[in-house]
C-alpha cells in the first residue's frame, strides 16, 4: 500500500518547486528618451536584454513625446517597422500589448507567437484610427519569440506584457508520474 505521508511530501515538494509566475509589463517609461530637434519627440534605441528580451534594435526605438501628443500610455510608446523579439528566459506566456499599425490598408497579422521554431498563435491587427488598443493574446501556451509586424508606416506598442512560465514541460509531468509508479510499487513490495 503507498503510504501516503511520502506520496503528500513528494506531491508537496514538487508544488512548492514550481516557482510563482509574476507578469513583467514593459512599459518604456525608465527609458531615457534623448531630445532630438523636433519639439514633439525623442528618441533612445533599446539594448538587448531590456525587459528580458532581445531584438529591439534591428524592431524599431523608444519615443517620447511632450505635451499630450503621444498615443501610448505614458510619455514614451516603442515605434518601428517591427521585427523579432526573443524571450530571453523562454518559455514565457505572452498576454498582450497594447498596439496600433501605421499604414496599413489591408487587415495584417500584427503579431505572431512561436514557439520552438513553430507559430503558435497570431493577432490580427484591429485597425485603430485612434491610437493604441490593447491586443489581448488569448493563447495561454508556452512562447519564446514573438514577431511585430506594422503597416507601410511601422506600427507602435506600448504596455507589453507577459509571464515567465511556471506551468512545468511536459518532461516534467512525467518524471512526477514516474515518481509517484516508482512510490506505488515500493509500497507494493513493502507490503508483500
Known amino acids: 500500500m503507498i503510504n501516503l505521508k511520502q506520496l503528500a511530501f513528494t506531491s508537496t515538494l514538487s508544488l512548492a518547486m514550481a516557482t510563482p509566475a509574476f507578469a513583467t509589463v514593459l512599459t518604456f517609461e525608465d527609458v531615457d528618451v534623448q531630445q532630438t530637434d523636433s519639439p514633439l519627440y525623442g528618441t533612445a534605441q533599446l539594448s538587448d536584454g531590456y525587459g528580458g528580451i532581445s531584438g529591439w534594435q534591428s524592431a524599431g526605438a523608444v519615443y517620447g513625446y511632450a505635451d499630450g501628443l503621444n498615443e501610448g500610455i505614458g510619455a514614451n510608446l516603442f515605434y518601428g ?9 523562454a518559455p514565457v506566456v505572452f498576454q498582450g500589448t497594447y498596439y496600433k499599425s501605421y499604414g496599413a490598408s489591408d487587415p495584417i ?5 512561436f514557439y520552438k521554431g513553430i507559430s503558435v498563435h497570431s493577432i490580427q491587427d484591429p485597425q485603430s484610427g485612434n491610437g493604441l488598443v490593447w491586443l489581448n493574446s488569448d493563447y495561454h501556451g508556452l512562447v519564446d519569440r514573438i514577431v511585430l509586424r506594422g503597416g507601410a508606416e511601422g506600427m507602435a ?21 514516474m515518481g509517484l509508479m516508482t512510490l506505488a510499487l515500493r509500497g507494493r513490495k513493502c507490503r508483500n
Do not use: K, M, R
Request: charged share 15%.
Open 81 to 89: 517597422n517591427g521585427g523579432e523579439l526573443t524571450f530571453d528566459n
Open 109 to 113: 497579422v500584427s503579431i505572431e507567437l
Open 157 to 177: 506598442i506600448d504596455n507589453l506584457t507577459y509571464e515567465v512560465s511556471a506551468v512545468p514541460e511536459p518532461s516534467t509531468y512525467g518524471l512526477i508520474v
